[in-house]
């Protein structure tokens, strides 16, 4: 019975994009670097972020971190 009822509350799957803004948040916390800005701009662009082409990765890390804090899956 308790596979069942997990069965009933499991969590959904997070969105790819979610998933891969997630997986380079877990990457820089662990002690990586994001080497290329265009790959962390089009995570953000797919969150839903406006991103300039000229702004600071390390800003729109941030923004990144922000957005994943306030939608919860």
């Known amino acids: 019975m308790q596979w069942f ?5 499991r969590r959904p ?8 803004a997630l997986d380079l948040i877990a990457a820089i916390d662990a002690g990586g670097l994001p080497l290329n800005p265009a790959r962390v701009n089009d995570i953000a662009r797919k969150l839903g972020l ?6 600071r990765i390390d800003d729109t890390i941030v ?5 994943l804090q306030r939608d919860p899956p």
């Not at 009822?5 to 509350?9: R, V």
């Not at 799957?13 to 891969?20: L, V």
């Not at 406006?50 to 702004?55: L, Q």
């Open 50 to 55: 406006e991103v300039s082409t000229k702004a």
């Open 63 to 67: 923004r990144i971190r922000a957005a």
């Open 5 to 9: 009822k997990a069965w009933l509350t």
């Open 13 to 20: 799957a997070a969105s790819p994009e979610r998933q891969r």
